[in-house]
């Protein structure tokens, strides 16, 4: 039950003074106990940690100094198999093989500086690699004395600089007689660098590696001037004579005379130690700061404001995972955003490249044709200057088509193409794309079968493969493009033999858990507004269109791997065009030509004329209809364009004329790229313009013959 306050009196009562006195003073008394209680729990606290920090301290380097022990050992028993039982002399002559064979098994072990074999004489050298400098008298009398295990010692160096260990076995000959000894030895940078950045994060800490009988192997930090041995009276050596193998000690270390707690363990099977020390006072000091800020702040305050920082928390964090679930929210739209305006920019790329390419076809059907009859008409007039005119006319024509194909408005053409000859062509347009900081090497197997593609989306998507390179290597690294063929069947792709092109980068890699969303359309790991999700996808449908598949393998900090399997073509590359003889042989055909470019028409009837053929010239599809109604003897060939003005385009009269003339051949021809796959579909003839004279006559007999010529991937040459 709740009451009403009281109001206050306005006389004064000493009982609630010295209530509040006594609380006052209690609050006094009960600060000072908590602040001793916690001081002392704080400090045991440290303590336990400190020990906690040095135990895993020491198992860290126990575990890196066994390692590198074991390998070694290995080395020294593989060398003692490799030199028998030989004597001094037959060792001396075998020497440089010996050495050489020291050699490669040392190549990839950074580890060894050295590796020396001894004769039982007073330690004479036998055989050596390596630049380690002649080994302490002490450490042959040791082996010599104790013929059987691993002994360990160390090697002269500069004043405070880490000294080399050697590690050495004897040679026992097969009636047991002492023979010499094979040691190996220690960079003293394999542990002073593991060392160095094991105590990196830990004031006060030292690690220490020492022999069973004190001598120290390894110090860090180095101290200038340390003896070389624990004292007799060190409380290490005092519990390793004692037999333990690991402990702890609290004690005066006799290297640096600091007090320290210590750790320290047996490594493996070796006559080695390796302790861990901290200083106390480091622990002092830190629980000393500690102590000197909970002072200042007080129990109660820090209490208070403990208390209101949790109220306080739990509302930001209320509040901060609404802004955050409203922030993913805004990037998830803008970068949806940013893809759709990228997808529209591409499309409106597109539809501008079709329409300029059009156009641009038409200017280079004109200047082939004109070309054509120039040189029929007059064989040797200007033989070089036309030529050179020809090779332009080539190159604009590819040049459209790598436009088209950037642009994803190309319709696919496929040819045989012979990597051989199309990935090294290649190299000169990857490079600028790379850049100069990035290395390029590109190889293909001699006996690599050719593919059936379309040649300008395979460059696009491997150029597109580069792009994706070049961001992962901003500073520099290495691309290779590699061709060969694959014996084996490859997961989604039917059976036979498959070609693979692989593409390796040294990249930054790609995170295991989006790699496998890399394909997907519009899908990126680059910032909004760098990378539009539309290159891997591309370069996915190319395999798919082709009959095969891509994959791609990727790990952070090791680079991005990304396979192309294609199946290998039945028949080698082979030129689609008809040979040249058949443009010159008359072909006597009557052709009506439905063209409404004044341009490409009057250069399309001599080019048609010089083969042979007659030629009627109409300029619409509803006249064109018109025209043949009236005919009693009709044309052999229709041979018309698409895009026409009026209400009768290209395709609606082809489709008229095969229902209303089934006799007459039908032959369309089209600068609109995207137009080929869909007059295809109709089973219709086709030639893309511009296209050489020779595709021409072929399309024209084969039309007249109804046989629909293979159309797209023969006219991709220009006469």
């Given at each position: 039950?709740?009451?009403?306050?009281?109001?206050?009196?306005?006389?004064?009562?000493?009982?609630?003074?010295?209530?509040?006195?006594?609380?006052?003073?209690a609050?006094?008394?009960?600060?000072?106990?908590?602040?001793?209680?916690?001081?002392?729990?704080?400090?045991?606290?440290?303590?336990a940690?400190?020990?906690?920090?040095?135990?895993?301290?020491l198992?860290?380097a126990?575990e890196?100094?066994?390692?590198?022990?074991?390998?070694?050992?290995?080395?020294?028993?593989?060398?003692?198999?490799?030199?028998?039982?030989?004597a001094?002399?037959?060792?001396?002559?075998?020497?440089?093989?010996l050495?050489?064979?020291?050699?490669r098994?040392?190549?990839?072990?950074?580890?060894?500086?050295?590796?020396?074999?001894?004769?039982?004489?007073?330690?004479?050298?036998?055989?050596?690699?390596?630049?380690?400098?002649?080994?302490?008298?002490?450490?042959?009398?040791?082996?010599?004395?104790?013929?059987?295990?691993?002994?360990?010692?160390?090697?002269?160096?500069a004043?405070?600089?880490?000294r080399?260990?050697?590690?050495?076995?004897?040679?026992?000959?097969?009636?047991g007689?002492?023979?010499?000894?094979?040691?190996v030895?220690?960079?003293?940078?394999?542990?002073?660098?593991?060392?160095?950045?094991?105590?990196?994060?830990?004031?006060?800490?030292a690690?220490?590696?020492?022999?069973?009988?004190?001598?120290?192997?390894?110090?860090?930090?180095?101290?200038?001037?340390?003896?070389?041995?624990?004292?007799?009276?060190?409380?290490?050596?005092?519990?390793?004579?004692?037999?333990?193998?690991?402990?702890?000690?609290?004690?005066?270390?006799?290297?640096?005379?600091?007090e320290?707690?210590?750790?320290?363990?047996?490594?493996?099977?070796?006559?080695?130690?390796?302790?861990?020390?901290?200083?106390?006072?480091?622990i002092?000091?830190?629980?000393?700061?500690?102590?000197?800020?909970?002072?200042?702040?007080?129990?109660?305050?820090?209490?208070?404001?403990?208390?209101?920082?949790?109220?306080?928390?739990?509302?930001?964090?209320?509040?901060?995972?609404?802004a955050?679930?409203?922030?993913?929210?805004?990037?998830?739209?803008?970068?949806?955003?940013?893809?759709?305006?990228?997808?529209q920019?591409?499309?409106?790329?597109?539809?501008?490249?079709?329409?300029?390419?059009?156009?641009?076809?038409?200017?280079?059907?004109?200047?082939?044709s004109?070309?054509?009859?120039?040189?029929?008409?007059?064989?040797?007039?200007?033989?070089?200057?036309?030529?050179?005119?020809?090779?332009?006319?080539?190159s604009a024509?590819?040049?459209?088509?790598?436009?088209l194909?950037?642009?994803?408005?190309?319709?696919?053409?496929?040819?045989?193409?012979?990597?051989?000859?199309?990935?090294?062509?290649?190299?000169s347009?990857?490079?600028?794309?790379?850049?100069?900081?990035?290395?390029?090497?590109?190889?293909?197997?001699?006996?690599?079968?050719?593919?059936?593609?379309?040649?300008?989306?395979?460059?696009l998507?491997?150029?597109?493969?580069?792009?994706?390179?070049?961001?992962?290597m901003?500073?520099?690294?290495?691309?290779?493009?590699?061709?060969?063929?694959?014996?084996?069947?490859?997961?989604?792709?039917?059976?036979?033999?498959?070609?693979?092109?692989?593409?390796?980068?040294?990249?930054?890699?790609?995170?295991?858990?989006?790699?496998?969303?890399?394909?997907?359309?519009?899908?990126?790991?680059?910032?909004?507004?760098?990378?539009?999700?539309?290159?891997?996808?591309?370069?996915?449908?190319?395999?798919?269109?082709?009959?095969?598949?891509?994959?791609?393998?990727?790990?952070?900090?090791?680079?991005?791997?990304?396979?192309?399997?294609?199946?290998?073509?039945?028949?080698?590359?082979?030129?689609?065009?008809?040979?040249?003889?058949a443009?010159?042989?008359?072909?006597?055909?009557k052709?009506?030509?439905?063209?409404?470019?004044?341009?490409?028409?009057?250069?399309?009837?001599?080019?048609?004329?010089?083969?042979?053929?007659?030629?009627?010239?109409?300029?619409?599809?509803r006249?064109?209809?018109?025209?043949?109604?009236?005919?009693?003897?009709?044309?052999?060939?229709?041979?018309?364009?698409?895009?026409?003005?009026?209400?009768?385009?290209?395709?609606?009269?082809?489709?008229?004329?095969?229902?209303?003339?089934?006799?007459?051949?039908?032959?369309?021809?089209?600068?609109?790229?995207?137009?080929?796959?869909?007059?295809?579909?109709?089973?219709?003839?086709?030639?893309?313009?511009?296209?050489?004279?020779?595709v021409?006559?072929?399309?024209?007999?084969?039309?007249?013959?109804?046989?629909?010529?293979?159309?797209?991937?023969?006219?991709?040459?220009?006469?």
């Open positions: 039950m709740l009451t009403a306050p009281a109001t206050p009196s306005a006389s004064t009562d000493p009982k609630p003074l010295l209530s509040l006195r006594m609380l006052a003073t609050c006094v008394v009960v600060l000072i106990a908590v602040y001793a209680t916690v001081g002392a729990m704080r400090y045991r606290q440290l303590r940690e400190t020990e906690v920090r040095l135990d895993r301290a198992r860290i126990v890196h100094a066994l390692k590198v022990f074991d390998t070694n050992d290995a080395l020294l028993e593989q060398a003692l198999d490799t030199l028998g039982d030989d001094p002399a037959r060792l001396a002559q075998r020497a440089p093989v050495e050489e064979e020291f050699r098994v040392t190549r990839n072990r950074p580890q060894v500086q050295a590796i020396e074999v001894r004769s039982a004489d007073g330690g004479r050298l036998l055989a050596a690699v390596g630049s380690a400098a002649d080994p302490a008298p002490a450490a042959f009398d040791r082996t010599r004395l104790a013929p059987t295990g691993m002994h360990f010692s160390v090697r002269a160096a004043p405070g600089a880490a080399p260990i050697d590690m050495s076995r004897a040679r026992v000959h097969a009636d007689r002492f023979a010499g000894t094979v040691s030895t220690v960079r003293p940078a394999t542990f002073e660098q593991f060392h160095r950045d094991l105590v990196a994060d830990e004031p006060g800490l690690i220490t590696m020492l022999r069973d009988d004190g001598l120290i192997l390894t110090r860090w930090p180095l101290l200038p001037g340390a003896p070389s041995a624990l004292a007799a009276s060190s409380p290490v050596m005092a519990r390793i004579r004692a037999g333990q193998t690991r402990g702890d000690a609290h004690g005066v270390s006799s290297v640096d005379g600091r320290r707690l210590l750790r320290f363990s047996r490594v493996g099977d070796y006559p080695v130690y390796l302790g861990s020390g901290m200083e106390v006072r480091e002092t000091r830190r629980w000393l700061q500690e102590m000197a800020w909970l002072a200042a702040f007080g129990v109660p305050p820090l209490i208070g404001l403990f208390l209101a920082a949790r109220v306080a928390l739990r509302r930001t964090r209320e509040a901060l995972g609404s955050r679930r409203l922030q993913d929210e805004m990037v998830a739209r803008r970068q949806v955003e940013e893809a759709l305006l990228q997808a920019k591409l499309e409106a790329l597109g539809r501008l490249t079709g329409g300029v390419a059009h156009d641009f076809n038409n200017t280079l059907m004109v200047i082939s004109n070309l054509f009859v120039l040189r029929h008409r007059h064989p040797d007039a200007g033989t070089q200057q036309v030529e050179s005119m020809d090779r332009a006319v080539a024509t590819q040049l459209t088509r790598q436009l194909a950037f642009s994803r408005r190309q319709a696919l053409v496929p040819e045989h193409v012979r990597l051989q000859d199309r990935l090294p062509a290649l190299a347009l990857l490079a600028p794309v790379l850049g100069a900081p990035i290395e390029l090497a590109v190889s293909v197997d001699a006996d690599c079968r050719p593919i059936r593609v379309d040649p300008a989306e395979l460059e998507g491997l150029i597109n493969l580069a792009i994706n390179a070049r961001d992962a901003p500073a520099s690294g290495r691309f290779r493009l590699s061709a060969c063929n694959v014996g084996h069947a490859v997961p989604a792709m039917r059976e036979g033999p498959a070609v693979l092109i692989e593409a390796v980068d040294s990249g930054t890699g790609i995170d295991g858990a989006v790699i496998d969303k890399v394909f997907e359309p519009f899908f990126t790991t680059k910032p909004v507004g760098e990378g539009t999700g539309l290159g891997l996808s591309q370069v996915y449908g190319l395999c798919r269109r082709a009959g095969g598949t891509a994959t791609i393998e990727s790990e952070p900090g090791r680079g991005t791997t990304v396979r192309l399997y294609f199946p290998a073509a039945d028949e080698p590359a082979e030129d689609a065009v008809a040979p040249a003889p443009a010159r042989r008359a072909l006597g055909k052709v009506l030509v439905v063209e409404d470019n004044d341009a490409v028409a009057a250069a399309l009837q001599p080019l048609l004329e010089s083969i042979g053929c007659s030629v009627v010239r109409l300029d619409r599809g006249a064109a209809e018109e025209w043949l109604a009236r005919q009693s003897r009709l044309p052999d060939l229709v041979l018309t364009d698409v895009v026409m003005p009026g209400e009768v385009d290209g395709l609606k009269l082809a489709r008229h004329v095969r229902a209303t003339y089934p006799g007459v051949g039908i032959v369309v021809m089209t600068g609109h790229a995207e137009q080929l796959d869909t007059i295809a579909g109709h089973g219709f003839a086709i030639i893309p313009k511009p296209c050489s004279v020779e021409l006559a072929a399309a024209i007999e084969r039309g007249t013959d109804g046989a629909a010529p293979t159309g797209a991937g023969q006219a991709a040459s220009v006469a």
